[in-house]
């Protein structure tokens, strides 16, 4: 896995952030490659280049930079997506790929140019977080049919949009105190209430396009069904502010969403996918990633001291053997007394133990996480596996509960509403960037 701070870009290689745009190239009976009439060659005339698919205030965006983005979205797809999907992949794709030229072309003519030597740093980073060298990290690249330089250059757009919102939106957002103090006065009164964290993917719609869209957020909900990373897809095809923290809406309560959107919402677990549905301007695929009362701890983050004991099956063992075995080992875990038992009785019945002393709660798979919190300390949830894992227990050696933190200080309250304010302002800067430029598509 390649994982990276920057916004825009994803956590992981299969899940590298992508970009894209809407841009279809209809081919005509006549002339089957939609070749213009006018043909233009860009520099040298070498038949290995790629034409351009856009120019963008005379730089070139070829087909090639649009292909490397699309292999990095199949990586996160597991090669699954359609070609309908695909299609509307690389419009999205060209999208992205015209915004991100804007973007180093703004800083460059602000002279806030992005070194090469600032892209390596931070793409050697990106290696060093996953464990690998940066050579190693070329190769991965280059096997999903990407690119190093594919990645490089969302880096530069990402750093080149930083500088600018730097110097020209931050400097300009004002947040008074008696805008905290009221946040931080209601969020006392709030107290013990729930918040939902949720990710969203927003199509917009009109009464023309309606039934189009709703065909490709169903789409969407089915690679996502099949296991396809949600970040990926919020960044690649939302039209919400979220997208580019890949459909976080943050914690919020139900109250401050559409209607709509809170109806579905009160009624998910978390891991939860629900969508496409309506709601004004569009359809909506939400996500529930976690859920918590407000200013009160939250068990999930109890330390709990643990041992795993577990045994496995030999190749060709049957079910009524491993029943069999399984029965033994039931009954040797409920005779066990204690976690200073465990390892006289795993050696017992032949299995093995292993302990860990610094878990969370929400470490665990989410099914087994009521289980441990309703344990007490030196009992056992019930057996669980497989015949192809094996099975084991969970024993429950001690517990260090979660305090609670007093909720956020004013200065945490006060970042928050700058962030947000600077993320709807670069909304418009980025619109503006887009009005202004002379974009000629190929």
């Known amino acids: 896995m390649i994982e990276y701070k920057f916004s825009k870009l994803l956590a992981g290689i299969a899940a590298l952030g992508l970009a894209g745009g809407p841009i279809a190239l209809q081919a005509q009976a006549a002339n089957p490659l939609n070749i213009p009439d006018d043909v233009a060659l860009l520099g040298e ?26 292999a990095l979205l199949l990586g996160a797809s597991g090669n699954q ?53 940066i ?17 490089k250059r969302q880096l530069r757009a990402e750093i080149a949009w930083q500088r600018l919102l730097s110097r020209n939106v931050a400097p300009f957002i004002n947040v008074s105190r008696e805008e905290v103090t009221d946040v931080l006065a209601r969020m006392e009164a709030d107290r013990g209430t729930v918040e939902y964290r949720i990710g969203e993917i927003f199509l917009s719609a009109t009464p023309a396009n309606r039934e189009a869209v709703l065909q490709n957020a169903q789409r969407i909900v089915e690679q996502l069904q ?9 960044r690649q ?11 976080d809406l943050g914690f919020v309560r139900l109250d401050t969403l559409p209607t709509e959107m809170a109806t579905v919402a009160r009624d998910m677990e978390p891991g939860q996918l629900v969508g496409p549905f309506e709601i004004p301007g569009g359809f909506e695929i939400v996500y529930l990633i976690d859920r918590r009362q407000v200013g009160m701890p939250d068990p999930r983050n109890a330390i709990l001291s643990l041992k795993q004991i577990s045994i496995s099956f ?36 032949n299995a093995e133990v292993v302990t860990n002393d610094g878990m969370r709660v929400a470490q665990l798979p989410e099914q ?75």
């Open 226 to 234: 099949r296991g396809a990373d949600f970040s990926v897809y919020a």
């Open 368 to 442: 087994l996480q009521p289980t441990i919190l309703g344990l007490q300390v030196g009992q056992a949830t019930p057996p669980f596996g497989s015949l192809e894992d094996g099975v084991r227990v969970l024993l429950l050696c001690g517990r260090d509960d979660p305090q609670t933190d007093g909720g956020p200080n004013f200065d945490r309250i006060m970042n928050q509403i700058e962030d947000d304010r600077i993320a709807k302002r670069a909304q418009r800067y980025l619109r503006d960037l887009r009005n202004d430029a002379y974009i000629e598509y190929n």
């Open 81 to 133: 997506l359609t070609p309908e999907q695909l299609q509307a992949a690389r419009m999205q794709i060209l999208r992205n790929l015209i915004d991100e030229t804007l973007q180093i072309q703004a800083a460059t003519a602000q002279e806030m140019p992005v070194t090469e030597q600032e892209v390596d740093a931070q793409y050697a980073e990106i290696a060093q977080r996953n464990n690998q060298s």
């Open 135 to 151: 050579e190693g990290m070329n190769q991965a690249l280059t096997a999903m049919g990407s690119s190093p330089a594919s990645l």
């Open 237 to 247: 095809f939302s039209e919400a502010s979220t997208a580019a923290a890949g459909g």
């Open 45 to 70: 005339g070498d038949p290995n280049v790629r034409t351009a698919t856009a120019v963008v205030n005379g730089s070139v965006i070829t087909g090639t930079d649009i292909e490397q983005r699309v």
């Open 314 to 349: 030999a190749p060709g063992t049957t079910e009524a053997q491993a029943a069999a075995r399984v029965e033994q080992f039931n009954t040797a875990i409920q005779g066990m007394r204690g976690c200073g038992d465990a390892e006289r009785v795993a050696s017992e019945i």
